[in-house]
């Protein structure tokens, strides 16, 4: 059972629409991660919270834009999304950024852009 | 190259069976290695970490080469419950510091009465 929550499960949005994905974590973790998940495909590493710092941004597009309010929390905020940003969203938490440290993941959201 | 390669499988196996994966990896500076198995359409879960001097949990067994750059997994005694993909993940350092997770392309296992 995890201890990474995401909301919503589901989201499906317009290609103009504004929506915002939120990840919660309650283990204490001090980074927090965000990856994309195609199907059939891995997930790929967008965004890297270190200490509630962004640390880590995959040349992402700027229609993607990370928020940590705090070391719990992490939102993706999403704006004029194209359908190819339809996939898994997964938030993932580890105790520090650091190697060695394993990461947790959220059950993730499900986004289809139409 | 890519960084991370497995066999994509799948692989079928009959309940009971003894199933190996393998994963290499291109990146000899990669510091930290985990098994991640992933169900239809939910998130990876940590199976377990890796560790030069091998380790085990349970059915569950791992191995790293550092020399080969190469990792595995056994999985003894199969169930169907342990039908799922298998991913690999080496922690790569990153140009200007940091380091990411990165996932090989996973192993399918189907085990079957």
């Known amino acids: 059972d995890t201890e990474v929550t995401q909301t919503p499960k589901h989201l499906v949005m317009g290609m103009t629409n504004k929506k915002s994905l939120k990840c919660e974590q309650h283990m204490g973790h001090r980074a927090m991660y965000w990856y994309k998940q195609k199907a059939k495909k891995p997930p790929e590493l967008m965004f890297v919270?270190?200490?509630?710092?962004?640390?880590i941004n995959e040349s992402v597009p700027s229609r993607f834009s990370p928020e940590c309010p705090n070391s719990s929390l992490l939102n993706l905020h999403l704006h004029a999304l194209q359908p190819e940003d339809s996939a898994l969203y997964l938030c993932?938490?580890?105790?520090?950024?650091?190697?060695?440290?394993?990461?947790?993941f959220g059950p993730g959201t499900r986004l289809t852009v139409t | 190259r890519k960084e991370v390669e497995q066999d994509p499988g799948p692989f079928n196996v009959p309940e009971g069976a003894t199933v190996a994966f393998n994963c290499t990896y291109s990146?000899?500076?990669?510091?930290?290695f985990f098994w991640y198995r992933q169900d239809c359409r939910k998130e990876p879960k940590l199976l377990m970490s890796?560790?030069?001097s091998g380790n085990e949990d349970g059915r569950f067994t791992a191995q790293l080469n550092r020399a080969s750059q190469y990792i595995s997994l056994l999985i003894r005694d199969s169930k169907l419950s342990d039908s799922a993909t298998y991913l690999c993940?080496?922690?790569?350092?990153?140009?200007?510091?940091?380091?990411?997770?990165?996932f090989g392309t996973g192993t399918q296992l189907k085990v079957e009465l």
């Open positions: 993932a938490s580890s105790q520090s950024g650091t190697a060695s440290y394993e990461q947790y």
């Open positions: 993940v080496v922690t790569l350092p990153k140009a200007g510091g940091g380091n990411k997770l990165t």
């Open positions: 890796v560790y030069s």
């Open positions: 919270y270190s200490y509630e710092k962004l640390s």
């Open positions: 990146n000899s500076a990669s510091q930290s």
